[in-house]
Nanobody
Framework: VQLQASGGGLVQAGDSLRLSCLAS????????VGWFRHAPGQERELVARISRRGDFTDYADSVKDRFTISREGTMNTVYLRMSSLKPEDTAVYFC?????????????WGQGTLVTVSS
């Protein structure tokens, strides 16, 4: 199972950014995908997840109405569109996959991509 996250960077508060999680075709077709983030001094948290078919999504309360997770089948990619970014969104963002959408511990992980939001 291969996952590759990209798209992080340094932005200002209020800006938008789109993260991409490129998966192998097998992974994309058979696994739910989640975006997680880990900020210094804090526990890792689930930001958003999307089911295998894209018919279910969940968001952390802190990002609802600002972040959107989506799947692009032709690209084997799961996106996390982030808007109205806040300094507290600063973290390393990871994408992960699991056959169980509701798993509390996603099994497969890609490398992280750093998002820094300046005030």
């Amino acid at each position: 199972v291969q996952l590759q996250a990209s798209g992080g960077g340094l932005v200002q508060a209020g800006d938008s950014l789109r993260l991409s999680c490129l998966a192998s075709r097998r992974t994309y077709s058979n696994f739910a995908v989640g975006w997680f983030r880990h900020a210094p001094g804090q526990e890792r948290e689930l930001v958003a997840r999307i089911s295998r078919r894209g018919d279910f999504t969940d968001y952390a309360d802190s990002v609802k109405d600002r972040f959107t997770i989506s799947r692009e089948g032709t690209m084997n990619t799961v996106y996390l569109r982030m808007s109205s970014l806040k300094p507290e969104d600063t973290a390393v963002y990871f994408c992960a996959a699991d056959k169980d959408y509701y798993s509390s511990n996603y099994r497969y992980w890609g490398q992280g991509t750093l998002v820094t939001v300046s005030s």
